[in-house]
Structures are given as structure tokens and as C-alpha cells.
């Protein structure tokens, strides 16, 4: 079954530093999102993207944060500048055409932010 | 705030017994209602989708949906050890790109 991939699985970064989580869609999904589960908590909804534009984004997903469909198969989140408080797992997500279909989960990102 | 609400639990039943599980949503536009197991330090794993009131049913998970009351409850028949995980509750609302709002989660012990 296809399935979405996430790199790095853990990602260990010095406050202040740039990270880029990467992220592969499963292949015929035009639906794109990011979300993120701080430990403990609630999973998050940072942003979702569609046909090359991000289509709506949460409060938590301000100016340091960007997304990015880089070619026809990569989706990245970047974080510009990491805050301690930036340390989640961090889950992209990709659904299909049809409406009300469930999305689908990759294994997430550990981010860590020291 | 629209909001998903779940009880955390822990929720403990013994091995064989029927869990059920409850969630109520704030949002009376939420089009879609999903059930989604989380092993500890592992991504959301879908379990369940329901959008028409009534039952659903999947092997031993049934999933019910009643919108005039706004909840949603998943029934696992014939529990399981390895059923014992974090269930999220989730919806999506009206929009239609669809972004999903998820409860915190209850957290089901099945007791050998």
C-alpha cells in the first residue's frame, strides 16, 4: 500500500538554526498538509497546500514557518529561526481528490531544538 | 475554537471485553469523522471514517455517528492487549481543503 515518507526521522538542531523536514506525498494526492504534536499534547494543524499554494494555515504557523513543493514529489516545512518551544513531532499528511476521504499519515519528524 | 473533546481516560477493560469510545464536536459543519490509534511516539493511524449518521462497521471497530447531538463514539468488539494505544478522535470541517481538528486522544488499557 503507499504509503508517505518523512526524513529525517529525528532531528537534533541548536536554537536559532534554519531545519528543513522533508516529506513524500503518496503519489496521485494533490491534498498536502503539516501538522505537529508537541509532546503530550493534542496533534496540531499547521498548514495545508494545494495546487502549489498553501490553501490555510493556523495561527502557529507564522512568519518563521514556510512550506514548499520544491518538484513533483518532495513537500518541505521550514523553520527559519527554532525556538525551544519548536520541538514536536512534526506529521505530514496527503489526501486524494475525493472529498470527505481520510488523510494519510507519514511516521512523523522528531525535532528537538537545544 | 472549534473543538473535538474526549474524555483522556485512561479507559481499562479486560481482554475480550467491548470498549467504547466517546467524542463530541463543536462545529456542526464538520463534513467528516475519523477514529485514529497512536501508539506512544508513533504517527496517527487511521482506524475508522464515518460522514452519514448511524453505524459503521469494520471488522470488530464500529464507528457511530449522530450529528443532531454532535458525537461520535468508536465500539471495539473482543478487545485486544495490542488494541491498548491512544485513540484520537478527529474532523474535518466544511471547507474544502479539509484541515482535520483532533481531540486530545483516550487512552484504552486493555487488561490481559
Known amino acids: 500500500e503507499p504509503e508517505v515518507t518523512q526524513t529525517p526521522s529525528h532531528q537534533v538542531t541548536q536554537m536559532g538554526q534554519e531545519v528543513i523536514l522533508r516529506c513524500v506525498p503518496i503519489s496521485n494526492h494533490l491534498y498536502f498538509y503539516w501538522y505537529r504534536q508537541i509532546l503530550g499534547q493534542k496533534v496540531e494543524f499547521l498548514v495545508s497546500f494545494y495546487n502549489n499554494e498553501i490553501s490555510e494555515k493556523s495561527e502557529i504557523f507564522d512568519d518563521q514557518f514556510s512550506v514548499e513543493r520544491p518538484d513533483g514529489s518532495n513537500f518541505t516545512l521550514k523553520i527559519r529561526s527554532t525556538k525551544l518551544e519548536d520541538s514536536a513531532m512534526y506529521f505530514c499528511?496527503?489526501?486524494?481528490?475525493?472529498?470527505?476521504?481520510?488523510?494519510?499519515f507519514g511516521d512523523g519528524t522528531r525535532l528537538s531544538i537545544l | 475554537q472549534k473543538e473535538v473533546e474526549q474524555n483522556s481516560g485512561p479507559l481499562s477493560v479486560p481482554e475480550g471485553a467491548i470498549a467504547s469510545l466517546n467524542c463530541t464536536y463543536s462545529?456542526?459543519?464538520?463534513?467528516?469523522f475519523f477514529w485514529y490509534r497512536q501508539y506512544s511516539g508513533k504517527s496517527p493511524e487511521l482506524i475508522m471514517f464515518?460522514?452519514?449518521?448511524g453505524d459503521k462497521e469494520d471488522g470488530r471497530f464500529t464507528a457511530q455517528l449522530n450529528k443532531a447531538s454532535q458525537y461520535v463514539s468508536l465500539l471495539i468488539r473482543d478487545s485486544q492487549p495490542s488494541d491498548s494505544a491512544t485513540y484520537l478522535c478527529a474532523s474535518t470541517n466544511s471547507g474544502g481543503y479539509q484541515k482535520v481538528t483532533f481531540g486530545t486522544g483516550t487512552k484504552l488499557q486493555v487488561i490481559p
Open positions: 464515518i460522514y452519514s449518521n
Open positions: 499528511a496527503s489526501r486524494d481528490r475525493v472529498a470527505n476521504q481520510p488523510q494519510h
Open positions: 462545529d456542526r459543519g464538520s463534513q467528516s
